[in-house]
C-alpha cells in the first residue's frame, strides 16, 4: 500500500553507473524498532548476497521523514558525484547498501522557522505554531511528576516569568537534570543553577539575535558576551525569560538522551547482526549532529567481535570530552573512551567555530553531571574551550590522545591518515568551509 514501510529496500539508488539498496529503518523514542519485518529483511539480505560495504547513516535534531531521506540521499549522490568529478573509480566488485536510520528527534524549532506574530498568522502557519508548541510541552511534561502537572501546565502557558515562578518552574522541571544512572550518585543541580544556566542562554541567543543571524543555518561566528556583562546581565535574564523558549530548550535535553537509547537499545543490536554477516562487509557509520550520539552508542553497546571499519561524525552533538581517558575534574572517563579500539579506522570528527548551537549555547543549556564526558554511555577544561561542557562539534575533541587537522578542498590528500594509521580519534576543523551547523 502506498505511504507504507517496504518489507525490503525504501528504494533503489542508480547513480554513477552503480545500483544499489537502500533501506531505512525507524526507531521510537524507547530505541524499539518500528519496521522489524524490514529489519529482518535487510539483515538476510547482507547476510546471504556478497555486499563488499554497508553504510549506515544517522540524522540528527529535528529532522522529520522527509528531511531525513532528504540528507541521506543528497550525501549519496554527493559522494558519488564527487568521486567521479575527482576520477576516482570505484573497485570493480564494489557492492554498498546503504541503510538511514530515522527516529523522532523534531520536538526542536528554532525560532526564526516561526512566524513572529501569531496574531498576524494565516490560519494554517498558526496552527502549525500552536501545534509545534503543544508537542514541545507534551514532551517536556512526561517528565514531571503526575501530582505537580497541574502547576507544570500552568506556568507553561505564562507569557513571562517573575524569577519566583522561574524557580518553581526549575523545581518542576528537575527531574530531566536528574543523574538516572547508578554509576553516577551526583545530584542534580539545584533551581537556581539551573535558572541561572537559561538566563544564559539566552542572552546569548539574544545577542545572535541582535546581530541578525540565521539560527537554523548561517549560524555564522561572533563574540560571545564577557563574563562581566554575562554576569551582570543574568538577573535582567532571569526577568525576561520566556516560558515557551525555556520549554523548547527543554527538549533539547530529551532529543540528547532519545539518541543515546535509540542507539544502545535499538542500534546496537543491528550493527551486531550486520557485522555478523556471513559476507563480512565492511561497516561505515555517519552521523550528524545528535545522530553522532546515535551511533557512539550503538557501537559502545555493540557486543560483536568484529570492529566497525569507519566513522565519520559531522558536527557531533556530545560532549568535547567524551573519548577522554580522564574527564578533568571527575574520577571517570569518557562515556565513549573504548569506541576508538572498536573502529578500525581512525574516528574522523568535524568542528567548526561557525556552529552558532554549538559553539555558543551547547555548553550552557546541556550541563547536567551525565552530559559531562557523556558518562551514561558506558578540573578545567583547554584552554581554547569554554566550559567543561563544550560540544565536540564545536570545538573538536579532547584528553583522548587526539590528533587536530584542517579540512581540505576535495582531491588533496591527507598526508596524516593512511590506511596503516591506527585507532584513534581525529578532530577536522572545517571552520574554512563549514558555516553552519547544517552546513
Same mark, same amino acid.
Request: proline share 8%; with cysteine; net charge negative.
Given at each position: 500500500?502506498?505511504?507504507?514501510?517496504?518489507?525490503?529496500?525504501?528504494?533503489?539508488?542508480?547513480?554513477?553507473?552503480?545500483?544499489?539498496?537502500?533501506?531505512?529503518?525507524?526507531?521510537?523514542?524507547?530505541?524499539?524498532?518500528?519496521?522489524?519485518?524490514?529489519?529482518?529483511?535487510?539483515?538476510?539480505?547482507?547476510?546471504?548476497?556478497?555486499?563488499?560495504?554497508?553504510?549506515?547513516?544517522?540524522?540528527?535534531?529535528?529532522?522529520? @521523514?522527509?528531511? /531525513?531521506?532528504?540528507?541521506? #540521499?543528497?550525501?549519496? %549522490?554527493?559522494?558519488?558525484? $564527487? +568521486? !567521479?568529478?575527482? *576520477?576516482?573509480?570505484?573497485?570493480?566488485?564494489?557492492?554498498?547498501?546503504?541503510?538511514?536510520?530515522?527516529?523522532?528527534?523534531?520536538?526542536?524549532?528554532?525560532?526564526?522557522?516561526?512566524?513572529?506574530?501569531?496574531?498576524?498568522?494565516?490560519?494554517?502557519?498558526?496552527?502549525?505554531?500552536?501545534?509545534?508548541?503543544?508537542?514541545?510541552?507534551?514532551?517536556?511534561?512526561?517528565?514531571?511528576?503526575?501530582?505537580?502537572?497541574?502547576?507544570?501546565?500552568?506556568?507553561?502557558?505564562?507569557?513571562?516569568?517573575?524569577?519566583?515562578?522561574?524557580?518553581?518552574?526549575?523545581?518542576?522541571?528537575?527531574?530531566?537534570?536528574?543523574?538516572?544512572?547508578?554509576?553516577?550518585?551526583?545530584?542534580?543541580?539545584?533551581?537556581?543553577?539551573?535558572?541561572?544556566? @537559561?538566563?544564559? /542562554?539566552?542572552?546569548?541567543? #539574544?545577542?545572535?539575535? %541582535?546581530?541578525?543571524?540565521? $539560527? +537554523? !543555518?548561517?549560524? *555564522?561566528?561572533?563574540?560571545?558576551?564577557?563574563?562581566?556583562?554575562?554576569?551582570?546581565?543574568?538577573?535582567?535574564?532571569?526577568?525576561?525569560?520566556?516560558?515557551?523558549?525555556?520549554?523548547?530548550?527543554?527538549?533539547?535535553?530529551?532529543?540528547?538522551?532519545?539518541?543515546?537509547?535509540?542507539?544502545?537499545?535499538?542500534?546496537?543490536?543491528?550493527?551486531?547482526?550486520?557485522?555478523?554477516?556471513?559476507?563480512?562487509?565492511?561497516?561505515?557509520?555517519?552521523?550528524?549532529?545528535?545522530?553522532?550520539?546515535?551511533?557512539?552508542?550503538?557501537?559502545?553497546?555493540?557486543?560483536?567481535?568484529?570492529?566497525?571499519?569507519?566513522?565519520?561524525?559531522?558536527?557531533?552533538?556530545?560532549?568535547?570530552?567524551?573519548?577522554?581517558?580522564?574527564?578533568?575534574?571527575?574520577?571517570?572517563?569518557?562515556?565513549?573512551?573504548?569506541?576508538?579500539?572498536?573502529?578500525?579506522?581512525?574516528? $574522523?570528527? !568535524?568542528?567548526?567555530?561557525?556552529?552558532?548551537?554549538?559553539?555558543?549555547?551547547?555548553?550552557?543549556?546541556?550541563?547536567?553531571?551525565?552530559?559531562?564526558?557523556?558518562?551514561?554511555?558506558?578540573?578545567?577544561?583547554?584552554?581554547?574551550?569554554?566550559?567543561?561542557?563544550?560540544?565536540?562539534?564545536?570545538?573538536?575533541?579532547?584528553?583522548?590522545?587526539?590528533?587536530?587537522?584542517?579540512?581540505?578542498?576535495?582531491?588533496?590528500?591527507?598526508?596524516?591518515?593512511?590506511?596503516?594509521?591506527?585507532?584513534?580519534?581525529?578532530?577536522?576543523?572545517?571552520?574554512?568551509?563549514?558555516?553552519?551547523?547544517?552546513?
Amino acid at each position: 500500500m502506498a505511504g507504507e514501510l517496504p518489507i525490503g529496500p525504501y528504494r533503489t539508488i542508480r547513480t554513477g553507473g552503480l545500483e544499489f539498496p537502500y533501506y531505512i529503518i525507524p526507531f521510537d523514542k524507547r530505541g524499539l524498532c518500528e519496521g522489524p519485518r524490514t529489519r529482518d529483511e535487510l539483515c538476510r539480505q547482507v547476510s546471504e548476497e556478497d555486499f563488499t560495504d554497508v553504510f549506515v547513516f544517522s540524522h540528527g535534531w529535528n529532522n522529520d @521523514w522527509e528531511a /531525513a531521506t532528504t540528507r541521506y #540521499e543528497d550525501f549519496i %549522490e554527493g559522494f558519488i558525484g $564527487l +568521486r !567521479t568529478s575527482l *576520477g576516482i573509480p570505484f573497485p570493480s566488485d564494489y557492492k554498498p547498501l546503504l541503510v538511514g536510520i530515522f527516529w523522532p528527534s523534531t520536538a526542536l524549532v528554532w525560532e526564526d522557522e516561526e512566524a513572529p506574530d501569531i496574531a498576524g498568522a494565516s490560519r494554517s502557519v498558526a496552527d502549525r505554531l500552536v501545534g509545534e508548541e503543544r508537542r514541545w510541552i507534551a514532551e517536556v511534561s512526561s517528565e514531571v511528576e503526575d501530582e505537580h502537572l497541574d502547576a507544570f501546565y500552568d506556568l507553561a502557558q505564562r507569557d513571562v516569568w517573575t524569577e519566583e515562578e522561574a524557580l518553581r518552574f526549575a523545581n518542576l522541571v528537575r527531574p530531566i537534570y536528574a543523574e538516572p544512572s547508578e554509576e553516577d550518585p551526583g545530584s542534580p543541580p539545584g533551581a537556581d543553577e539551573i535558572v541561572a544556566a @537559561w538566563a544564559r /542562554a539566552e542572552l546569548e541567543l #539574544e545577542a545572535a539575535e %541582535e546581530e541578525d543571524l540565521d $539560527l +537554523r !543555518t548561517d549560524f *555564522g561566528s561572533s563574540p560571545s558576551p564577557t563574563p562581566e556583562a554575562m554576569a551582570a546581565g543574568i538577573g535582567d535574564a532571569i526577568r525576561r525569560l520566556v516560558p515557551r523558549r525555556v520549554i523548547r530548550m527543554l527538549t533539547v535535553y530529551q532529543m540528547k538522551d532519545r539518541a543515546g537509547k535509540v542507539g544502545a537499545k535499538g542500534v546496537a543490536p543491528l550493527l551486531d547482526r550486520l557485522l555478523a554477516a556471513g559476507s563480512s562487509p565492511r561497516l561505515h557509520l555517519i552521523g550528524h549532529s545528535y545522530g553522532g550520539k546515535v551511533v557512539l552508542s550503538a557501537t559502545a553497546r555493540s557486543e560483536s567481535d568484529r570492529m566497525v571499519h569507519s566513522m565519520l561524525l559531522l558536527q557531533p552533538a556530545v560532549n568535547h570530552l567524551c573519548f577522554a581517558d580522564h574527564v578533568p575534574g571527575t574520577d571517570y572517563a569518557g562515556g565513549y573512551h573504548q569506541v576508538p579500539d572498536r573502529v578500525r579506522r581512525p574516528i $574522523l570528527s !568535524t568542528f567548526s567555530e561557525h556552529d552558532f548551537p554549538l559553539t555558543r549555547t551547547f555548553h550552557l543549556a546541556l550541563r547536567r553531571r551525565q552530559d559531562l564526558g557523556e558518562l551514561l554511555t558506558a578540573g578545567r577544561s583547554p584552554d581554547d574551550t569554554p566550559s567543561r561542557y563544550a560540544a565536540l562539534g564545536g570545538f573538536g575533541p579532547r584528553g583522548a590522545g587526539e590528533r587536530l587537522i584542517s579540512i581540505l578542498d576535495p582531491g588533496q590528500p591527507y598526508p596524516e591518515l593512511s590506511e596503516d594509521t591506527p585507532p584513534e580519534v581525529v578532530g577536522i576543523n572545517g571552520s574554512r568551509t563549514i558555516k553552519g551547523h547544517g552546513n
